[in-house]
């Protein structure tokens, strides 16, 4: 496995962190105060694989593109900004 990292667009990376802490409460279904991108997805918040599922269909919706979930991993879900690495970095291309 190669250690290669894409670039990932600052902009687009800040909006996926706010995607995903306005998609917490809704995904998570109930109120999610304080969320950031340091905030611990499972340990913080009790999220689960079947909820970290849920919130990267309803970033697909929200951002209006695919994210390429191939390589994704339990880590990719360690903290709202890990999360939100991965997203940014595995947007596919608009078709």
Do not use: H, W
């Not at 990719?76 to 947007?91: I, M, P, Q, R, W």
Request: hydrophobic residues 35%; proline residues 3%; negative net charge.
């Amino acid at each position: 496995m190669s250690d290669t990292t894409t670039a990932v667009d600052p902009e687009l990376r800040q909006q996926v962190v706010d995607t995903i802490c306005e998609l917490l409460p809704r995904v998570l279904k109930r109120e999610v105060s304080g969320a950031s991108e340091t905030t611990t997805l499972m340990d913080d918040l009790g999220m689960s694989s079947t909820t970290g599922l849920e919130l990267v269909l309803e970033l697909e919706d929200k951002l209006e593109r695919e994210i390429s979930v191939e390589d994704m991993g339990r880590d990719n879900f360690e903290t709202v900004g890990s999360l939100a690495d991965y997203v940014a970095g595995n947007l596919l291309p608009e078709e």
